[in-house]
């Protein structure tokens, strides 16, 4: 029970922060809030301040800030629409920015406690491509496709979110006498010296991933041995903090663009419930480890929640901030707003599809709790 309580106290605290953003830069703009509220539907608890309601709802499946005059002018002078256009995009980018912001500091605090673990391959699979394509124990993989490989996560994630892609992998070499200590087991000195030197080889080669039907995996065929570093100083430190923040926003929005190349079907899809099930159990297992270990867990799930959540937010789709900020955009280039009406027309159609979807996602999630 208390596995489960910790992880909606997370997503909701996750949903907080966001409304805070709005919340904030709506104050900061002179809008008058309405009210501020966390969760959907009913009302559990609430209190009245100076300007604003502060509500507590049943469901925590998201939450609101309302601002006077958001979606119709009443020629309030503090409502919404009656700010300049970039205070009113400001606002509305908030929301998705204090996620990046919260996902940034879950990040950092992680990375302190854990450090960074290089992509070096410690082991090459005979009858896959990594083998074919001529790489070996020691190399250590820097990009591909362009994408940089800052940590081992990096490349097993892109294998999973690119599957049937031609991979352009550009990796780096130690010298043989190093590349024959590393081969052995013993890769703590070509971790220091690949962090610390720019002056390695160089190659680039391309290769496919190879699906293994026992793991439902793409693979290249290559064996990595966790080994974690700290940061070098407070700039790396940061650097690889908001990497991971990148990571995982580019990761939520690839896996939705994995919905509508066919790769996975809507029964996949999870939402609130399944998230909070997950988490729970994912603390369960971790909690014989000690409290730091929970808490670094429920940090970690942060990030992955966080950076998420602002990430999607950020897509043009109706009724999402990203949707917002696309007729705010317009009406900066233009110099003119939209008819309101039509605008509330194409948000509503767009919240229209967001509930459906939410419908498929609770059904999945429901029926996954009661037959998993």
Request: net charge negative; glycine share 10%.
């Amino acid at each position: 029970m208390l596995n489960i309580l910790a992880a909606i106290l997370l997503f909701g605290f996750i949903i907080m922060f966001h409304e805070l953003g709005h919340f904030l830069l709506a104050k900061l703009s002179g809008v008058a809030v309405v009210e501020f509220s966390i969760g959907m539907g009913p009302r559990l608890c609430s209190f009245q301040g100076k300007e604003t309601r502060y509500s507590l709802k049943v469901l925590p499946l998201g939450g609101s800030c309302a601002m006077a005059d958001e979606d119709t002018d009443s020629g309030n002078p503090n409502g919404f629409l009656s700010k300049p256009v970039w205070s009113r995009i400001a606002v509305i980018a908030a929301g998705p920015i204090f996620n990046f912001i919260l996902a940034l500091i879950f990040g950092i605090i992680i990375v302190a406690y854990t450090g960074y673990d290089l992509p070096i391959i410690n082991n090459v699979l005979e009858g896959y491509p990594a083998k074919e394509a001529g790489l070996e124990p020691g190399d250590r993989i820097l990009s591909i496709n362009g994408q940089k490989m800052m940590g081992y996560r990096d490349l097993s994630m892109f294998l999973q979110l690119h599957p049937d892609e031609v991979l352009t992998v550009k990796y780096g070499r130690l010298n043989a006498k190093e590349a024959e200590g590393q081969a052995s087991g013993d890769i703590s000195s070509a971790s220091d010296w690949y962090a610390d030197r720019p002056d390695y080889q160089t190659f680039t080669t391309t290769l496919s991933a190879k699906y293994n039907e026992e793991t439902q995996t793409y693979m290249m065929g290559i064996e990595h041995m966790p080994d974690y570093h700290p940061a070098r100083g407070i700039l790396h430190l940061f650097q690889l903090g908001w990497h991971e923040v990148m990571f995982q926003g580019r990761a939520a929005i690839e896996s939705f663009g994995l919905l509508f190349r066919g790769y996975v079907g809507t029964e996949d899809l999870g939402g609130p419930v399944r998230i909070v099930a997950d988490i729970g159990e994912v603390v369960e297992q971790v909690r014989p480890a000690g409290w730091l270990s929970v808490i670094l867990t429920l940090m970690n799930m942060g990030v992955i929640l966080s950076a998420s959540l602002g990430a999607m937010n950020l897509l043009p789709i109706p009724a999402l901030d990203g949707g917002r900020l696309v007729f705010l955009l317009i009406e900066a280039v233009r110099g003119k707003a939209i008819d309101q009406e039509k605008e509330g027309m194409i948000h509503m159609a767009g919240m229209m599809l967001l509930m459906g979807l939410m419908l498929v996602i609770m059904f999945n999630d429901i029926r996954n709790l009661i037959f998993r």
